[in-house]
């Protein structure tokens, strides 16, 4: 019965600490999210907006808000804490969704499971002008 109980008890240790590896990943993930979503919001037409204003609808470009996501990414260092890191950018006139997936090697492996995970998170970002 001890070594039963001993058996249970190291899989929900080994159980706990697979969970706390992948919500620590995920948390540090979000923080990169955000970051890239937030450096792509700024992809402003500069020269129109100091000149003409935002107007009703901001214009990001697509292109240049990929550029900042990239320079972000690996300005921070983002591809080396994470590494094999991927991200999807979605850019719409006013607004951007950065989505960024990485692999985690769980620290314990529990019988049945694949000591392999894949954590994403995404990070959002939208110009709304006010008057």
């Known amino acids: ?7 249970v008890l190291a899989m ?19 923080t990169v999210a955000d970051g890239a979503a937030l450096a792509a919001a700024d992809a402003l037409d500069r020269d ?8 009703e609808t901001p214009d990001l ?9 990239e320079t972000y990414l690996r300005e921070t260092g983002a591809y080396g804490r ?14 951007v969704v950065v989505r960024v997936r990485a692999p985690l ?12 995970a894949s954590i994403g998170a995404t990070g959002a970002a939208e110009l709304t002008p006010r008057r």
């Open 48 to 55: 129109r907006v100091y000149q003409q204003g935002l107007g």
């Open 61 to 69: 470009d697509p292109a240049l808000a990929r550029e900042r996501i």
């Open 82 to 95: 994470f590494p094999g890191l991927t991200w999807q950018p979605e850019v719409t006139a006013n607004r």
């Open 12 to 30: 929900a240790v080994a159980a706990v600490t697979d969970a706390s590896a992948a919500y620590l990943h995920r948390s540090g993930l979000d």
């Open 105 to 116: 090697d769980l620290p314990l492996h529990l019988p049945g499971t694949r000591d392999r």
């Open 1 to 7: 019965m001890i070594v039963g109980f001993v058996a």
